[in-house]
């Protein structure tokens, strides 16, 4: 089995900033692609944004120039810098990952952390 295990949200201001983590475990031979998704209450699930294996991103344009989407060197680790935030931002943030295992390839999803944006 692998897992994906988001760090803790929690409620930041207007204009404030907060970093997310989504740390992968397990055995596996490699990760490809990281996905952050957000859902708010009757809203559908938004792509955030998206990193492949090779570094290349792309984000959602309601976030773009704010959110930046990042991995660590040993790629097992994927990171959401959301600054900027706007109370349009409060969701609930789910980290998504194609995993290569030993018996094929299969995306997995965190169980998904609460973000809220208020005063």
């Known amino acids: 089995q692998v897992r994906l295990v988001e760090s803790v949200g929690g409620l930041v201001q207007p204009g404030g900033s907060l970093l997310l983590s989504c740390a992968a475990s397990g055995i596996f031979i490699r990760l490809n692609t990281f996905r952050w998704y957000r859902q708010a209450p009757g809203m559908l699930r938004e792509l955030v944004a998206t990193?492949?294996?090779?570094?290349?991103?792309s984000y959602a344009d309601s976030v773009k120039g704010r959110f930046t989407i990042s991995r660590n060197s040993a790629e097992s680790t994927a990171y959401l810098e959301m600054n900027s935030l706007k109370p349009e931002d409060t969701a609930v943030y789910y980290c998504n990952a194609r995993f290569v295992l030993y018996t094929g390839t299969i995306d997995y999803w965190g169980r998904g952390t609460q973000v809220t944006v208020s005063s």
């Open positions: 990193i492949s294996g090779g570094g290349t991103t």
